[in-house]
């Protein structure tokens, strides 16, 4: 009879070939059933169902966002656009768990996040989630390596310095490690909090309008960096733009207007 090596076997263990291909299907019907469906990952890192807002303006109730349902699959790429005031910075907040809704739900790599306290809500951040602002949000008394090593330090991971620094290199900022905020351009601070973002090599990065107070020259290479970096990690993406040219560069888009998803 003819034999194949089955996978992990020790020296001189042989199956049949037809063991051997018996037990490969059923690897692949498990794998398949379990976490893909013709190759493509399904299970979704974030999901949102029913999500609303709505704040008190007086004696009215304003809406922002109203029964918001999607859903982000891992690795997936997606642009949320819109016009000013049509909700989009507040969906990513929410997304993040850094505002409350109203109503409805967020699932975070199937958990609930809105059934956690504050406290477990930021550890649940920290541990998968990785922020780009419009305004950079970088501490001014910290230098650009300092402020890259602070998501590390505050999840107690080794070699801060070090990861920092490389990932700082990688973004064209290694002569400028130990300059302040105030000491570097629009473009360098957006590229140190690129860095920040993804030093962590968080699951999820939430960017909020990353060009939005940068030149078109600028924002064109701060983009081409971050679709770079996030290929290079696989981390899945969810971009707030009005910038379409950007948002047609992600696999997946969700429009927005008065608060809805509109196709």
């Known amino acids: 009879m003819v ?8 020296p001189g263990v042989t199956v049949a070939p ?10 692949q019907r498990i794998t398949r ?3 893909m469906t013709d190759n493509i990952v399904v299970r979704p890192i974030v999901q949102a169902t029913g999500l609303t807002k709505q704040v008190s303006t007086g004696d009215e109730q304003l809406t922002i966002l109203e029964n918001i349902d999607l859903s982000v699959n891992t690795g997936d790429s997606v642009a949320v656009v819109g016009a000013s005031g049509s909700g989009k910075s507040t969906l990513l907040g929410l997304l993040a768990g850094l505002d409350t809704p109203s109503s409805g739900k967020v699932h975070l790599d199937g958990e609930d996040i809105f059934l956690l306290d504050e406290d477990a809500r930021a550890a649940l951040r920290g541990r998968m989630l990785g922020f780009v602002f419009q305004s950079f949000q970088l501490l001014p008394a910290l230098t650009a390596i300092e402020n890259v090593m602070l998501p590390l330090e505050l999840a ?17 900022l290694g002569q400028r490690l130990r300059h302040y905020p105030r000491q570097l351009s629009g473009g360098e601070q957006q590229r140190v909090a690129i860095a920040r973002a993804f030093v962590t090599q968080p699951q999820l990065v939430l960017a909020d309008e990353p060009t939005g107070n940068l030149d078109s020259a600028t924002g064109a290479q701060i983009i081409e960096l971050m679709f770079e970096l996030n290929r290079e990690q696989g981390t899945t993406l969810i971009l707030v733009t009005h910038d379409e040219a950007i ?17």
């Open 33 to 35: 059933k379990f976490f």
């Open 3 to 10: 034999v194949v090596p089955e996978a992990g076997a020790g």
């Open 156 to 172: 107690n991971m080794p070699d801060a310095g070090g990861a920092s620094r490389k990932l700082l290199e990688r973004v064209g």
């Open 247 to 263: 948002s047609s560069r992600c696999a997946g888009r969700i429009r927005l207007a008065g608060g809805k998803i509109v196709d």
């Open 18 to 27: 037809e063991a051997w291909v018996k037990k490969a299907d059923a690897r």
